[in-house]
């Protein structure tokens, strides 16, 4: 019986310290313009629609530039970060009027469909588009969201 008492104070201080060790405190505070994305994983996103607008650009070229080269699978990460990002645009979005709501998430769609048509190529061989079969698409939608941001 006096083991009992032992092994359990044993258990209870290496799960605290396993804890502990598995938490950062510095990521789980966010940056200035930043926020903690719901995906975990200590990825921070933009908290203004025009600082969400730029990852999307900055995801979009990666995109471009693999399937360029003929190599999709170089635009994974970017293809799921860009979906995280183009979650939170609609509520980045929300101070505008209904019918701005209305086309921001017309064109949020509408880059869903042409970012996942692109994963679809990644995990659905012999499916899915190239980023120039869906690049007009893309520009169109874009072009919505950027006149969201006022200069």
């Not at 990521?27 to 903690?36: A, E, F």
């Not at 012999?126 to 950027?146: C, F, H, P, Q």
Request: glycine share 8%; net charge negative; with cysteine.
């Amino acid at each position: 019986m006096r083991k009992f008492p032992f092994l359990l104070i044993t258990v209870l201080c290496s799960s605290l310290t396993i804890g502990f060790l598995g938490c950062d405190v510095k990521d789980s505070v966010p940056k200035t313009g930043t926020t903690s994305s719901a995906h975990g994983g200590g990825h921070q996103h933009a908290t203004t629609l025009a600082g969400a607008l730029k990852e999307i650009e900055e995801f979009r070229g990666t995109i471009k530039e693999a399937f360029a080269k003929k190599s999709p699978d170089d635009a994974h990460d970017a293809l799921h970060e860009i979906g995280h990002v183009l979650e939170s645009v609609t509520e980045l979005a929300a101070p505008a009027n209904d019918e701005a709501k209305k086309s921001v998430k017309t064109a949020v769609d509408e880059l869903f469909d042409c970012f996942g048509a692109m994963d679809d190529t990644l995990h659905k061989k012999n499916t899915g588009k190239t980023y120039e079969e869906v690049a007009d698409r893309i520009d169109a939608a874009m072009s919505t969201l950027n006149a969201m941001v006022k200069p």
